[in-house]
């Protein structure tokens, strides 16, 4: 937990400075993403592969030069620095009380009501039936639907 905190703020302190994380294609992706709009903005996406691939095809489009090699190295930095992965989703009915802490901002009271309720109440289909746990606030949870399965 405090390990991903920090890791976050590192992130977060690293893009406002506007400084990339090192690592192969670092300098290859500021020469090539600066171009036409803030670094911010070219890395505003969490996505895989190929989801980066097809980014970098929309912005051949837009006219951005790029040889195949440094295409290649590119995808490959976005790919590992800005993955898809880092917005996993949380399911309801398999996430450990640590993922549903740290994912969808819980206490471990509530954590641990939710888990209480998950082994009483079966699977869990909606986040309307989360209404019924105590102390848990729906609305907030709500907030993360994007990222919850069932
Ligand atoms: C030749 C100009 C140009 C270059 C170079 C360029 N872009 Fe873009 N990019 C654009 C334009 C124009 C838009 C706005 C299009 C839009 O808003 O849909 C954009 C929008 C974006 C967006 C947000 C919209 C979307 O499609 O997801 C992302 C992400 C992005 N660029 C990533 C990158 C990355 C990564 C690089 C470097 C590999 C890059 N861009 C280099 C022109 C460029």
């Not at 991903?4 to 670092?26: C, D, F, N, R, S």
């Not at 909606?126 to 993360?144: C, F, G, M, N």
Request: glycine share 8%; with cysteine.
């Amino acid at each position: 937990m405090r390990f991903g905190l920090l890791a976050a703020l590192g992130v977060a302190a690293a893009m406002t400075g506007q400084e990339l994380p090192e690592g192969p294609g670092k300098a290859e992706t500021e020469k090539l993403c600066k171009g036409c709009h803030e670094m911010a903005r070219s890395i505003s996406k969490k996505q895989d592969r190929d989801g980066w691939m097809a980014t970098m095809t929309k912005m051949s489009g837009f006219g951005m030069r790029a040889t195949d090699a440094e295409t290649a190295i590119v995808v490959e930095y976005l790919a590992r620095n800005w993955a898809a992965e880092d917005l996993a989703k949380i399911n309801l009915n398999t996430a450990s009380a640590i993922q549903l802490e740290s994912g969808l901002n819980l206490k471990r009271s509530q954590a641990a009501a939710l888990i209480a309720f998950r082994k009483e109440h079966g699977k869990i289909t909606s986040l309307d039936e989360l209404t019924k746990v105590p102390q848990l606030d729906v609305k907030k949870i709500a907030e993360k639907k994007d990222r919850i399965v069932f």
